[in-house]
C-alpha cells in the first residue's frame, strides 16, 4: 500500500479496502460462472449485495494487502462470495487479518447496448460442488435470510431525511443537519466494466460520504469499523451522475452509525435510488475525544435513532458470542 492509499490519518483508506474487497470478489465469481464454458457465450458478474463488512484492524503503508476469496454457496441465480483481507510487512515477516466480507453476486450475459431503460436479467450459475450436506444447509440458510431482508427493505424503503446540500454553520452541534453530507460524482469510463459502475467504486463514495460526516459530528478522524448489509437497487452505467447523501442515526460512547443513500440520474433527469446502507465509524484511538450524543429534533430522528439503537445491541451481541 501506498500513501495514495491513506487517509488524513495515514492508514490506508476504508473506501480503498472496500474496491479491492469487490474487485476480489468479482474476479472469483466471474471465473466460477465460466470456467466451463470454454470462451462461449461468457456472463459478466454484477455485486448485488453486501452482507457485512468488518474493519478487524488498520492497514498502514509499506504494507501488502493479500486477499482470498472463494465462492461458498450457489443459488440458482446466485453466488456467495467470501472475502478474507491480510496486510503483511514484509521487514518483519507478520500477518494480520484485517478484514473479513460476504458479497452476493448475480450473472448477466455480455453484449448489448448499454442503456438507460436496459434493465439486467440474471441467468442461472453453475452449481457449486463438493459442499457437505451441512454446509449446503447453512447455505440455504444464509441464502434465504439475505433474500427475506431484501425483500423487507423494499417493503419499508422510506425516502432520505430533508437535507440541505450545504450545512449552515449557524447550525447547533451535535443535530442531523449540523452533519449531514452530500457528495456529487459523474460516472467515467474508468469507473466501470461493460459500461456499469463497479460495485467497489460505488461503496468507495459511500464510505468518503460517510466518514465526512462522522468527521462533522465528532470533529475528529474516524475510522469505519463495520458496514451492515448494502443491497444495490439498479445498476449505475457510464455518463450518469452519483448522489450520495449521509446523516448521523445513532452515537454511543465510542461509535456513530451514519446511514448513507446514492441515487443515480440519467440525462433526461430522472433519479433513482441505487443503494441504502448503516456504516459505523469509531474515533480514532490516540485522539481520546468524547463522541457528542445526537440531537434530536424530530419524530423521524427519534425513530430512526432507536432502529439504530437496536442494531448497535445485536452487533455487540454477535461480537462478543
Avoid at 280 to 290: G, H, L, N, R, S
Wanted: charged share 25%; glycine share 6%.
Amino acid at each position: 500500500m501506498v500513501p495514495d492509499d491513506t487517509n488524513p490519518h495515514g492508514n490506508v483508506h476504508g473506501g480503498t479496502i472496500l474496491k479491492l474487497v469487490e474487485q476480489a470478489g468479482n474476479i472469483v465469481a466471474m471465473r466460477h460462472c465460466n470456467k466451463e464454458k470454454e470462451g462461449k457465450n461468457p456472463v459478466i458478474t454484477v455485486l448485488a449485495r453486501v452482507d457485512h463488512v468488518d474493519f478487524l484492524q488498520p492497514m498502514y503503508v509499506g504494507e501488502i494487502s493479500q486477499l482470498q476469496a472463494a465462492v461458498t454457496y450457489t443459488s440458482p441465480r446466485s453466488m456467495e462470495v467470501t472475502v478474507d483481507v491480510w496486510a503483511e510487512n514484509v521487514r518483519t515477516g507478520t500477518r494480520r487479518h484485517t478484514n473479513t466480507a460476504t458479497l452476493w453476486y448475480v450473472a448477466v450475459p455480455t453484449g448489448g447496448e448499454c442503456k438507460a431503460s436496459t434493465k439486467l436479467n440474471p441467468v442461472s450459475v453453475p452449481l457449486l460442488k463438493g459442499l457437505s450436506v451441512e454446509e449446503q444447509k447453512r447455505g440455504q440458510e444464509r441464502y434465504e435470510r439475505q433474500k427475506r431482508e431484501r425483500l423487507a427493505l423494499n417493503e419499508k424503503r422510506r425516502p432520505s431525511v430533508e437535507l440541505s446540500y450545504y450545512p449552515h454553520p449557524d447550525l447547533e452541534r451535535g443535530t442531523v443537519l449540523a452533519s449531514q453530507s452530500t457528495l456529487a460524482n459523474i460516472v467515467l469510463p474508468s469507473d466501470c466494466t461493460n459500461n456499469y459502475v463497479m460495485g467497489g467504486t460505488l461503496m468507495k463514495m459511500m464510505d468518503n460520504t460517510v466518514v465526512i460526516c462522522a468527521i462533522r459530528h465528532c470533529r475528529a478522524y474516524v475510522l469505519t469499523a463495520c458496514i451492515d448489509a448494502i443491497n444495490f437497487l439498479e445498476p449505475v452505467r457510464n455518463g450518469e451522475v452519483m448522489f450520495f447523501t449521509a446523516w448521523p442515526t445513532f452515537t454511543s460512547n465510542r461509535s456513530i452509525e451514519v446511514e448513507v443513500t446514492c441515487e443515480a440520474e440519467g440525462r433526461r433527469g430522472r433519479s433513482q435510488r441505487i443503494a441504502s446502507a448503516y456504516f459505523t465509524c469509531v474515533v480514532i484511538e490516540d485522539q481520546a475525544v468524547p463522541i457528542v450524543p445526537l440531537k434530536l429534533q424530530t419524530e423521524d430522528e427519534r425513530q430512526r435513532f432507536e432502529e439504530g439503537k437496536k442494531r448497535y445491541i445485536a452487533r455487540k451481541g454477535e461480537k462478543n458470542t
